[in-house]
């Protein structure tokens, strides 16, 4: 069986089963509001992370009633004021380095090695020398990226969100958890059972058995029976970060208070 069978294999008999009677009443019970409390009273209880908590939600039904996500753990908050300070604002910024920065830097120190000229070197490494154009540079983008953010929570937790100002000086984070397409994403199309989802890679675990080591990509074979089931529901984040949070990482990283 081929890749384009297995996919065709998974959608067609998903479809049939959240159809019938028997998946309607699965999803029922998966995704309604009781059964979503008692979900987050054992998820509290046992103490996952932010990151895994929300996946977890994801895959079975969302958040109670489907209501926005309005709180998030101090740490999270803290990440991304962190980022906003750092101005990790990827389309405000007119030029990105090259995609062939390495390169670039091998070539000119070669070039300084046979020439005893290091300005190239110094140019690249120490100036703007490897600066290209950013091609989706937007003036007016609130999209703030928190992978520079301490840690990993903030990131596996969020990744990219949009990131509004408030006339009080406090900031308004918003988001939309969901699972990005591997093609969204620039890697190969996904293969449900079998493949990888470039979006879930941090939930892949080598495991070690009878003598050797395995990659097993257990979010996306977590998240392939969510949909084949039918109860995944994407997450809307709608959060505030205080005032005095986003003064106290400006003032550490020298950011003016007003404005992105």
Known sequence: MNEDQITALYNQSGKAFRDSRVGKLVKSAITSDTTKKLRDLAIDKIGFQEHEKRFIQHL??????????????????????????????PELKETIPSKHYGKMVAAAEQEAALTGDSSSFKSIVHGDGAMVPNPNYNPDSKLLSTYGSPGTETAWTLGHVQMTENPDGSLRMTDTYDVDSNISMGDEKYVPLIGERSDLIEGTKRIKMLGREYDIPLASRAHDISVWLGVNQDMRFDVNIPKEKVDTWNKVYGKKSEGL
């Open 60 to 89: 079975t039904g969302g958040t109670v009633g489907n209501k926005p996500i309005t709180e998030l753990p101090e740490k999270l908050i803290t990440g991304l004021s962190i980022a906003h300070a750092r101005g990790d604002y």
